[in-house]
Nanobody
Framework: QVQLFQSGGGFVQPGGSLILSCAAS????????MGWYRQVPGKQRELVAT?????STNYADSVKGRFTISRTKNTVILQMNSLKPEDTAVYYC????????WGKGTLVTVSS
């Protein structure tokens, strides 16, 4: 069925930028909502940003003004600017159409 293939991530210094990308396969229909979540050891996975097919966005307070989410049908990207060490986490792509679909995750490390 639906599979999410994500790319990006890596190491970046504080204040730097990274772009995460995710593309869905297995459906010709637009996925209602896509976005990014992140998780660090010992904590629950948390929302970073989501975007619906209508372009409605939702951002975690911690990333507002620094991250920008956008999409074209079933491809979603996350532009991450002014990165902070606390942004370090495994980032997971998410697609929601009643059910949740998840990418494999990619590690983003922000450190000097």
């Amino acid at each position: 069925q639906v599979q999410l293939f994500q790319s990006g991530g890596g190491f970046v210094q504080p204040g730097g930028s990274l772009i995460l990308s995710c593309a869905a396969s297995g459906t010709t229909y637009s996925i209602y909502a896509m976005g990014w979540y992140r998780q660090v050891p010992g904590k629950q996975r948390e929302l970073v940003a989501t975007i619906t097919i209508t372009g409605s966005t939702n951002y975690a307070d911690s990333v507002k003004g620094r991250f920008t989410i956008s999409r074209t049908k079933n491809t979603v990207i996350l532009q991450m600017n002014s990165l902070k060490p606390e942004d370090t986490a495994v980032y997971y792509c998410n697609g929601h159409v009643g059910l949740d679909y998840w990418g494999k995750g990619t590690l983003v490390t922000v450190s000097s």
